[in-house]
C-alpha cells in the first residue's frame, strides 16, 4: 500500500537553483520522513520530522510539514549536481514499530 | 551508524529457480525487519514485517507462499523467492529497526543496500 503522492513526479533545474518537492499523505501520523535513493542504489534517510512539528532544517534542507493539510515539502536549496537522485516521503502512522509506507517519488535532475 | 547489510547485492537466476536474499543487522538486535519491493522508476512497496520468532505478516496482495521470509535470529532475516519468474525481477530491500532510545521511543528504521533479482 502507498500513502500518497509526490509532486512533481520529475524536476529539471539548473545548479544554484532551489528545488521543492511536495508529498501528500492520507492518513493521521506519528511522523513522515524524506529519504534519497540514487539510481539503483538503497536510501539514504535525509530528515525526519514529527507530526508536533512545522518546520525542520538540515543544511540545505528544509522541511515543512502540514497536518491540517496532510502534507509535506522539501526545499533544497542550492542545489548541485550530485543532489541528482529520486527523493521519497515515507510515514509511520505511530511510534510502535510499525513500516515506513512510501509516496511516489519525485526524480530531481540538476544539470551543471 | 547502525548498518543493514544485505546478500547478494545482485543476483541473476533461471526462471524456476529460488533465490535467498539474506538481510544482516551488524551491530545492533532487531527485532522487527521490513521487507519492501522497487519495480523501476517505481517506489517502494512493503511486501511484510517480519518478527523474530514468530511468522511473517504479509500485506495484501503478496503471496506468502512465493515470498518466505524467515527471521530466525535477532540479527537475521531471509527472503527467499520460490520458483522465480521474470516478472518477479525487481529490487528488494530490507530493513530493521534500531533500538529503542528514550526519549525518541521506538528506534529509528535502517536500511539496506537492496538486492537486484533478475529472473531469466
Redesign the interface.
Known amino acids: ?2 500513502q500518497g503522492e509526490e509532486d512533481p513526479q520529475a524536476l529539471s533545474i539548473q545548479e544554484g537553483e532551489n528545488a521543492t518537492m511536495n508529498c501528500s499523505y492520507k492518513t493521521s501520523i506519528n511522523n513522515l520522513q524524506w ?1 534519497r535513493q540514487n539510481s ?4 539514504v ?1 535525509l530528515i ?1 520530522i514529527r507530526s508536533n512539528e512545522r518546520e525542520k532544517h538540515s543544511g540545505r534542507l528544509r522541511v515543512t510539514l502540514d497536518t491540517s493539510k496532510k502534507s509535506s515539502s522539501l526545499l533544497i536549496t542550492a542545489s548541485r549536481a550530485a543532489d541528482t537522485a529520486s527523493y ?1 516521503c515515507a510515514t509511520a502512522v505511530n ?11 519525485t ?1 530531481l535532475s540538476v544539470s551543471s | 551508524g547502525a548498518v543493514v547489510s544485505q546478500h547478494p547485492s545482485r543476483v541473476i537466476c533461471k526462471s524456476g529457480t529460488s533465490v535467498k536474499i539474506e538481510c544482516r543487522s551488524l551491530d545492533f538486535q532487531a527485532t522487527t525487519m521490513f521487507w519492501y519491493r522497487q519495480f523501476p522508476k517505481q517506489s517502494l512497496m512493503l511486501m511484510a514485517t517480519s518478527n523474530e520468532g514468530s511468522k511473517a505478516t504479509y500485506e495484501q496482495g503478496v503471496e506468502k507462499d512465493k515470498f518466505l521470509i524467515n527471521h530466525a535470529s535477532l540479527t537475521l532475516s531471509t527472503l527467499t523467492v520460490t520458483s522465480a519468474h521474470p516478472e518477479d525481477s525487481s529490487f528488494y530491500i530490507c530493513s530493521a529497526r534500531g533500538p529503542y532510545h528514550r526519549g525518541r521511543g521506538t528506534g529509528e528504521l535502517f536500511f539496506g543496500e537492496g538486492s537486484r533479482l533478475t529472473v531469466l
Not at chain 1, 539503483?40 to 536510501?43: C, F, P, S, W
Not at chain 1, 511510534?95 to 509516496?103: K, P
Open positions: 500500500s502507498q529519504y539503483g542504489r538503497g536510501l534517510h525526519l521519497f511510534q510502535a514499530g510499525t513500516a515506513l509506507i512510501f509516496g511516489k517519488g526524480t
